[in-house]
C-alpha cells in the first residue's frame, strides 16, 4: 500500500481475480471509512488500455495510481482493480482504477476478467467514468460498446436496479465542439441501452431510470498539458459535495453505510466470479499435471542436495548469517527458474499450480533455518537493546524516554535484521518472532521499571522514617495536650512532601495513573506506618517515661535547678504535680490519636488513679463500685489503635507509685532533718523564763563591768571554737555522729588555739594590728559568714592580755 499526504491505495483485486481482504481491510480502517456513514462516494474508471485512465484520476483526485511511461512503448500498466482515497475532496470519495481493456496481455479469448470488472465497477459505484478518444465517437467497436451492452444485460439480470451516473470522458478533444459530440454519443448510448434484452418488468423503462449520462471533453495531455490541467481543475470542483441533492452522486437510495462496503464489494465479486466458466481440453490438463508434478519432484530434491543451502543451513545453526535472505532467494530462484524452463510450454494454469506447490514443499523445507535465524536475530537485539537501555539509564536520561528510545531504536533494527532475512517467496509472518522480542524487550523494561520504583520507594521511605521517627519520639517524651496534634500536624506535613516529591519523580516513569495512586497511596499508609510503630515502641518504654518525668519535676525548681529540700517546701503539692504530669504522660502514650475521634482517657485515668477522695476509704458500698480501669479497651477507641490498655495502665501506675515512693520518703527525711538542724536555740518560752529569772544576776552585771568583760572574752573564745569545729556542720548529719565528731576535733583545736596565741604573744607590740589581722584570718578561715566585727574581737583576744587592748575592740562591738 502507497501513501502520500492525505492520500491512500491499495489493491482490491488482483489481475487473477483475487479480492485482496487483509489489504482491503488494512485500507478501509487506515481511512477511517467506517466513521463516515452514508457520507461517502464511490467513483470508478474504465476505458481502453493505455488510455490514460491512470494519469486522469492522478490530475482529477490528486491519487498516486501508476501511470505508463510513454517512452517505452504502450504496455498494461494497471493490474486488476486498484483502489484509492481522493485527496482533498469532502465528502469521503473513493475512486477505482481498472485495469483497461482491450488489452494485448490478456489475449483477444481472454474478456471475462475485462467484463467481470466492469459489471463490479456498475455495481458498487456511484460515478463512473468511461474514459474514451474523441475520434471513437461514432465508430460500433469503439468506446467500450459492446462491453456496455453486454453489462448492461447481465447487471439487470444479477442486480437490483440503482441509479449510477455514466460520466463519459471525451479525451484529446478535436476541434469539433462538445455540442456536436454529445448527441451523437448519447445516441449511441441510448441505441445500446434499447437494443439490451430486459425483463418484462422493465420493458419500457428508459435509460434515465437506470443512469444519469453526463459527457465531458479534456484537451490532449501531451500536446495541451497546461489547458488539460484547467480544464481537469475545473472538473474536479464537481466532485465536491458531489452526494448533495443534484450532485453528481446525489440519488443515494439503497447506498450500503460504510461500515459494510468491504462484505459487500466482497459478495458483489464473488457473485460475479460464480459465472465464469473456462472450459479447458481434459487430456491436455492430463497430461500437463503428470509431467509438470514429475519435474517439480526432481527439482526439490535437487535442492535438498545443493551445497550452497547445506552450507547455509548448517552455518545458520550456530549463529546469525549477514545476507542469509539474499543468499537463500537465490537458491530458490535458482530451483524454480529450473522449473519454468522445463514446463514452459504445458497448460499454463496446470504449471502454475505445481509450481505453487513446489514452492510451498521448498518453503517448508527452508522454513526451520529461517526460524533460526530469526531466532539469532532476536536475542542478540534484545542483548544489545539492554546494554544500551542501561547505559542511557547510567547517563542520566529519563526512564520513559530511554526505554520508549531504545524501543523504537531496536526494534527498527530487528526490522532491518528481518529485511535482510527475509524469504520473497513466502508470506510468512514476522509478527509471532516480533511480538515476541517486543514482549522481552517490554518484560525487561517492566523488571527495570519495578526495580528502579521499588528503589525510589524506599529512598522517600527512607526520608520519611527519617523525618518522622526523630520528632514523635521527642513529642511523646514531652507529652502534653498538644502532642498528638503536633504529630498528626507533623505526619501531614512530611507526608505531603514525600508524596509530592515522589509524584514529581514518577512523571519521568511510564506509570498509569492507577498504578501511580497506588504506590502514592501505599507511601501515606507506610509514613503513618512509621508513625504507629514509633508510638507502640514508646508504648513499650512508658514506665520509664514516667519515672524520668517525676523524677525531673520532683527533684527541680521552675527554673530547673536541684531542689535543696531546706523544709520550706511542700513535698505533698510536689509530689501531686510529678504525679499528675506523669499521669498525663501515660494518658498520650495509652492510645493512638492521628484520627480527629476523641476520647477519654485522660479523665479516666485521673479518676481511677488520682482522686484520692474516693480512692481513701473503702466501704462495702464501693467495693461494689465499678473500676474503670477493669478493661481490655478504652471507649471510643478501637482495639488496633489501642497502645497501653486500661489494666496495663493500672499495673504500670502501681509500679510507678512503688518505685518512687522511696524518692519522696527520701525528700521527707532530708526535709526534717534540715529542720532539726536549724532548730538549735531554746524555745521562745525558755528565753523569757531565763530573762526573767536571771534579771538578779543581770542587774549584777551591768553594776560590775568586769564581769561582762569576762563574758564577752569567753564567748568570742567560745565564737572562735564554733568557727573552728563548724559544729552546725557537724549536727546536720544527726545528733550521735556529730558528738562522735567533735569529740574528736575538740582538744586538737584548743590546743591550735592556744599555740597560735602564745606565737602572737611574742612578736612586738608595733605589729600587734597586723598580727592580730594575719592571726585571726589564718584561725577563723572557716568562720567567712561571721561579721567583722566579731572576727576583729576575736583577732584581739588572742594578740594581747591587757586591760588597753581588751577594751578597744569591746568598743568596736
Not at 350 to 367: A, Y
Not at 381 to 394: S, Y
Not at 681 to 696: C, Q, R, T, Y
Request: with cysteine.
Amino acid at each position: 500500500m502507497a501513501t502520500t499526504e492525505e492520500c491512500y491505495s491499495t489493491q482490491l483485486i488482483d489481475g487473477d481475480g483475487t479480492f485482496d481482504d487483509v489489504g482491503t481491510e488494512r485500507f478501509i480502517k487506515e481511512i477511517k471509512l467506517a466513521e463516515c456513514g452514508l457520507s461517502y462516494a464511490v467513483v470508478s474508471i474504465m476505458g481502453p488500455q493505455s488510455s490514460g485512465k491512470s494519469t486522469l484520476l492522478n490530475h482529477l483526485f490528486y491519487t498516486n495510481f501508476r501511470e505508463m511511461d510513454a517512452f517505452k512503448g504502450r504496455s498494461q500498466t494497471t493490474k486488476g482493480i486498484w483502489m484509492a482515497k481522493c485527496a482533498g475532496i469532502q465528502p469521503c470519495t473513493l475512486v477505482m482504477d481498472l485495469e483497461g481493456t482491450d488489452g494485448r496481455e490478456r489475449g483477444e479469448d481472454d474478456t471475462a476478467f475485462e467484463k467481470q470488472s466492469a459489471l463490479f465497477a456498475l455495481a458498487v459505484s456511484d460515478i463512473v467514468l468511461i474514459n474514451m478518444w474523441c475520434h471513437d465517437i461514432g465508430r460500433e467497436q469503439a468506446a467500450n460498446k459492446p462491453l456496455l451492452k453486454t453489462v448492461f444485460q447481465v447487471m439487470m439480470r444479477l442486480f437490483s436496479p440503482r441509479k449510477t451516473t455514466l460520466m463519459f470522458v471525451i479525451r484529446d478533444k478535436t476541434r469539433t465542439p462538445l455540442e456536436n459530440l454529445e448527441p451523437v454519443l448519447r445516441e449511441d448510448i441510448q441505441k445500446i441501452w434499447d437494443s439490451v434484452p430486459k425483463p418484462q418488468a422493465h420493458k419500457e423503462t428508459p435509460l434515465s431510470d437506470f443512469f444519469n449520462v453526463e459527457v465531458v471533453a479534456l484537451s490532449s495531455y501531451e500536446e495541451k498539458e497546461e489547458l488539460f490541467k484547467e480544464q481537469v481543475a475545473n472538473l474536479r470542483q464537481r466532485f465536491f459535495h458531489s452526494i448533495a441533492p443534484g450532485g453528481l452522486a446525489g440519488d443515494r437510495r439503497g447506498v450500503v453505510p460504510a461500515s459494510g462496503f468491504l462484505f459487500s464489494a466482497q459478495q458483489i465479486w464473488k457473485v460475479i466470479k460464480e459465472n465464469k466458466d473456462l472450459d479447458l481440453p481434459a487430456h491436455k490438463v492430463m497430461v500437463a499435471t503428470v509431467r509438470c508434478e514429475e519435474i517439480a519432484n526432481e527439482k526439490y530434491a535437487g535442492f535438498t542436495g545443493n551445497e550452497s543451502w547445506c552450507l547455509l543451513e548448517e552455518a545458520v545453526r550456530s549463529g546469525p548469517v549477514a545476507g542469509f535472505g539474499k543468499k537463500l532467494n537465490s537458491i530458490l530462484y535458482s530451483c524454480l527458474s529450473e522449473y519454468d524452463a522445463e514446463v514452459a510450454y504445458f497448460d499454463e494454469g496446470v504449471r502454475s499450480s505445481k509450481r505453487k506447490l513446489l514452492e510451498e514443499k521448498l518453503l517448508q523445507l527452508v522454513q526451520p533455518a529461517h526460524h533460526s535465524m530469526l531466532g539469532h536475530l532476536r536475542s542478540g537485539i534484545l542483548e544489545k537493546f539492554k546494554e544500551a537501555f542501561e547505559k542511557a539509564l547510567n547517563d542520566g536520561e529519563g526512564f520513559s524516554m530511554a526505554a520508549r528510545n531504545c524501543t523504537e531504536s531496536y526494534m527498527a533494527l530487528f526490522d532491518e535484521g528481518y529485511e535482510d532475512a527475509v524469504v520473497e517467496l513466502s508470506n510468512w509472518d514476522s509478527s509471532k518472532v516480533r511480538d515476541k522480542l517486543r514482549r522481552d524487550i517490554d518484560a525487561h523494561v517492566d523488571s527495570v521499571l519495578a526495580a528502579k520504583l521499588s528503589e525510589l520507594t524506599s529512598s522517600y521511605e527512607a526520608k520519611l522514617n527519617e523525618a518522622l521517627s526523630g520528632p514523635v519520639e521527642a513529642l511523646l517524651d514531652g507529652a502534653n495536650d498538644d502532642t498528638w496534634p503536633s504529630i498528626k500536624k507533623l505526619l501531614k506535613r512530611e507526608t505531603e512532601s514525600a508524596v509530592s516529591g515522589l509524584s514529581s519523580a514518577l512523571s519521568g516513569f511510564d506509570v498509569d495513573e492507577k498504578a501511580k495512586e497506588k504506590m502514592l497511596m501505599r507511601l501515606e499508609d507506610y509514613a503513618r506506618g512509621v508513625v504507629e510503630t514509633k508510638t507502640r515502641e514508646e508504648a513499650g518504654r512508658a514506665l520509664i517515661r514516667m519515672k524520668d518525668r517525676f523524677s525531673t519535676l520532683f527533684s527541680h525548681d521552675s527554673d530547673s535547678m536541684p531542689r535543696i529540700w531546706t523544709g520550706k517546701e511542700d513535698i505533698r503539692a510536689i509530689t501531686k504535680t510529678a504525679r499528675s504530669a506523669s499521669l498525663k504522660l501515660l494518658s498520650v502514650m495509652a492510645a493512638i490519636r492521628l484520627d480527629d475521634n476523641v476520647d477519654n482517657i485522660e479523665n479516666t485515668l485521673a479518676s481511677a488513679l488520682l482522686d484520692t477522695k474516693n480512692n481513701a476509704v473503702i466501704t462495702d458500698r464501693s467495693i461494689t463500685t465499678f473500676d474503670p480501669l477493669a478493661s481490655s479497651t478504652w471507649e471510643q477507641v478501637p482495639p488496633a489503635k489501642t497502645l497501653i490498655t486500661p489494666v496495663q495502665c493500672k499495673s504500670l501506675w502501681r509500679q510507678f507509685r512503688a518505685e518512687t515512693e522511696y524518692t519522696v520518703t527520701q525528700a521527707i527525711s532530708a526535709q526534717e532533718a534540715n529542720k532539726r538542724n536549724n532548730n538549735w536555740l531554746p524555745p521562745p518560752w525558755a528565753i523569757v523564763a531565763l530573762i526573767v529569772l536571771g534579771f538578779n544576776e543581770l542587774m549584777t552585771l551591768l553594776r560590775n563591768p568586769l564581769y561582762l568583760g569576762v563574758i564577752f572574752v569567753g564567748f568570742l573564745i567560745v565564737k572562735a571554737l564554733w568557727v573552728q569545729l563548724d559544729i552546725s556542720g557537724e549536727f546536720r548529719n544527726g545528733a550521735l555522729p556529730g558528738l562522735l565528731s567533735l569529740s574528736t576535733k575538740f582538744l586538737p583545736t584548743v590546743m591550735n588555739l592556744l599555740k597560735k596565741l602564745a606565737e602572737e604573744g611574742q612578736m612586738p607590740t608595733t605589729n600587734n594590728s597586723q598580727a592580730n589581722q594575719a592571726v585571726a584570718s589564718k584561725s577563723f578561715q572557716n568562720g567567712s559568714t561571721t561579721s567583722n566585727t566579731s572576727s576583729s574581737a576575736s583577732s584581739g583576744i588572742t594578740a594581747s592580755g591587757n586591760g588597753d587592748e581588751y577594751s578597744s575592740p569591746t568598743r568596736e562591738e
